[in-house]
């Protein structure tokens, strides 16, 4: 039977998910959308460089984690069976070519999920937690240390780098926050997206088993939310030529993982999804369930990152690289969200999407010196 750590991985529950007190969350959100999104992830980005730039203070660093997940009623000394787990969770990693995934494990697994990453799954969603530097700097360790086994993870098993595909999410909510997500689709394109900055987020490439998840949070007044993600790579013809004006800089697609294979469950077919970013294309009912009210979202993601220590030592070019990346980023998912919406008869949106291809790849010729006589037609 499922037990509610692996439901909480892979199905968001709005308003009905019980929050740990010891840390008073309780203006949790399900996503951010618009400024926020941008907002949150500079006050993040503080701590994140931080961190890359002290490594040295490791120690100091995960003794103020072990501090905050103690003050949340985790302690491992009284329970036996926690112990092996939590000698894994604590020991130093760094970012070498280790071929060590125990952290990663420790998230697939229900009881650490729920004792130890859902508390910093609750930061990154608390409004007020970026008013806490050490709850920020705490999260932003924790994902930093999973970062460094996703980006190893990668490199040494080239099979698993560059995930692409459909995979999916559920979300249980109530009828009012349903409408919400609805009128979404009602924004402008460039704000028509959610995220919740450097959260990690579960999802499986089957789709039945996320139906299940999500149909046991089924009763009255309850609206089932599954969403159906397409995982994009980079463009790349417009990767290379990122690399070539910052080679120093490390570019990966941590952003989407299929741990399915060192997973405590492999059945579930997990991909994890880190900070992920997700341009809404299409809601709409979905009847291919016996869920009695469930929506479908269409999303679409790019699964790429510059998120490695080295990027905080890039220096003043830092801004002009991010700069680059975040319009190939760009011009990759508006080209899909294109197609998508001419293969679905979005006449609207499909001409929206062409305008702000076009904006994207103005502002790439830009960056990139080329001007006019870079061929569009190309790039798209």
């Not at 787990?85 to 420790?106: E, G, P």
């Not at 009602?186 to 900055?197: M, N, Q, S, T």
Request: proline share 3%.
């Amino acid at each position: 039977m499922t037990n509610n750590g692996e439901i909480n991985r892979f199905v968001d529950i709005n308003g009905i998910e019980e929050i740990s007190k010891s840390l008073n969350f309780n203006k949790l959100k399900g996503f951010y959308n618009g400024t926020l999104v941008s907002d949150r992830m500079n006050i993040i980005r503080e701590s994140i460089n931080y961190i890359r730039r002290n490594w040295s203070k490791y120690d100091e660093f995960m003794e103020e984690m072990k501090t905050i997940l103690l003050s949340t009623g985790f302690d491992p000394s009284r329970d036996s069976s926690c112990l092996e787990s939590a000698d894994s969770l604590f020991k130093k990693r760094d970012w070498k070519h280790v071929d060590d995934y125990s952290l990663i494990v420790l998230y697939t697994d229900p009881l650490f999920y729920a004792k130890v990453f859902k508390i910093a799954s609750n930061i990154f969603r608390d409004d007020e937690s970026v008013d806490s530097k050490k709850l920020i700097q705490s999260a932003v360790f924790l994902v930093e240390l999973l970062n460094i086994e996703l980006f190893n993870y990668c490199n040494n098993n080239p099979t698993k780098s560059n995930f692409s595909g459909i995979v999916y999410r559920g979300m249980s909510v109530n009828s009012s926050d349903a409408d919400g997500l609805k009128n979404l689709f009602d924004l402008p394109l460039k704000e028509r997206y959610i995220a919740i900055p450097l959260a990690l987020t579960s999802a499986s490439k089957n789709e039945k088993m996320s139906l299940d998840f999500i149909q046991k949070f089924t009763k009255p007044g309850v609206v089932g939310v599954l969403y159906r993600i397409k995982v994009l790579n980079l463009n790349k013809k417009l990767l290379k030529v990122y690399r070539k004006m910052f080679p120093t800089s490390v570019v990966s697609t941590i952003c989407s993982v299929d741990v399915s294979e060192i997973s405590a469950l492999p059945k579930e077919e997990e991909v994890l999804l880190r900070g992920a970013f997700l341009q809404l294309l299409n809601i709409s009912p979905y009847d291919r369930s016996s869920i009695s009210e469930l929506l479908l979202i269409d999303a679409v993601m790019v699964n790429s990152s510059r998120d490695h220590i080295l990027t905080a030592h890039l220096g003043d070019q830092d801004a002009p690289a991010r700069a680059l990346f975040g319009t190939i980023v760009g011009i990759t998912r508006a080209s899909y969200c294109r197609d998508y919406c001419i293969e679905h008869n979005l006449r609207d949106d499909a001409e929206s999407y062409t305008e702000l291809l076009n904006d994207l790849t103005e502002k790439y010729e830009s960056l990139t010196n080329k001007g006019r006589k870079c061929c569009r037609c190309n790039i798209v």
